[in-house]
């Protein structure tokens, strides 16, 4: 792995964990399905055009259909629907450490669903997840965090983590960034559906909503996308996929300093078992290089 994919995956996991910082500042000033839903309807709109200046076409192939669907569906509207609606009442912070257990959520479904049995030392990973969630989960129950909001980001991940494994390697076959400005338009399009009868759009205008707003749209909406499928192009799904690692503590370090949110120290010991275990499980998938991609 050479300096550039290194500065590659690092980037797109600091833009990737600083998402659930700017989605709360987003709902504070903003109702949240509607903000997310425009939000995706900007990226996608912007995906979609980008692609087709590139020469790419939106005649995708019916597995590259599928991902679109579920995606948009199940990342887009689910996953980033129920943190959106979850950060309302639950800290960034927090948000961002429940997401990023989806490589570990995605390696013990493989065991248990698809029968790929993990090597060692995946197990040794997934205990050490285990370990870090219950952690931070005792932590924060006992400091009074919001069971509701809790449970959203909880569903948001399994509906990530169940994304995941339905389209793996359904992407290849070129558009690749057509079928990402697509899968935003289908979640754009589920979210308004939700948003329309549900919400008011009740907006405290405000120049960190905007800042915010733009910068969630531009870079963890496209930006990171495209980091993403670039750095998989250089080193492959599986390796690049070792970088998920770093989310947990980015996600914790974004959110308190730009949210002043504060870590106990059992947070940021669940945290190190955390990252300890995505990487664990990670590593051993390199060692088999048939296996699908974790994220």
């Not at 931070?136 to 995941?164: E, H, K, N, Q």
């Not at 998938?285 to 048939?290: D, G, T, V």
Request: charged fraction near 10%.
């Amino acid at each position: 792995m050479d300096i550039r994919a290194i500065i590659m995956g690092v980037g797109f996991a600091v833009m990737w964990s600083s998402a659930f910082t700017s989605a709360r500042i987003i709902v504070a000033h903003a109702p949240p399905v509607s903000a997310l839903a425009l939000r995706f309807f900007i990226s996608g709109m912007l995906g979609v055009l980008i692609a087709r200046a590139l020469g790419q076409s939106w005649r995708l192939t019916p597995p590259q259909w599928r991902a679109t669907i579920i995606f948009g569906i199940c990342q887009n509207a689910l996953y980033l629907g129920l943190n959106f609606v979850a950060m309302q009442t639950v800290e960034a912070s927090l948000a961002a450490i429940i997401a990023s257990t989806m490589p570990l959520l995605v390696a013990l479904a493989l065991w248990l669903f698809w029968g790929e049995r993990p090597a060692p030392l995946a197990v040794l990973g997934l205990i050490a997840g285990v370990i870090g969630v219950a952690i931070i989960m005792g932590s924060r129950l006992s400091g009074g965090v919001d069971p509701y909001g809790l449970m959203l980001c909880i569903g948001g991940v399994i509906a990530l983590t169940f994304a995941t494994l339905m389209v793996r390697g359904a992407t290849s076959g070129g558009n690749f960034l057509m079928v990402v400005g697509l899968q935003m338009l289908v979640g754009s399009a589920v979210l308004a559906v939700v948003a329309l009868p549900t919400e008011t759009l009740d907006i405290t205008w405000s120049w960190s909503l905007i800042a915010a707003f733009a910068y969630t749209t531009l870079i963890p909406g496209l930006a990171a996308t495209l980091v993403w499928f670039l750095l998989v192009e250089r080193i492959g799904a599986t390796r690049a996929a070792t970088f998920h690692f770093l989310n947990p503590f980015l996600g914790v370090a974004v959110a308190a300093i730009f949210l002043s949110e504060k870590m106990g120290l059992m947070d940021l010991i669940g945290v190190g078992v955390i990252m300890a275990g995505i990487l664990a499980v990670q590593l051993s998938r390199q060692r088999k290089p048939a296996a699908a991609p974790a994220a």
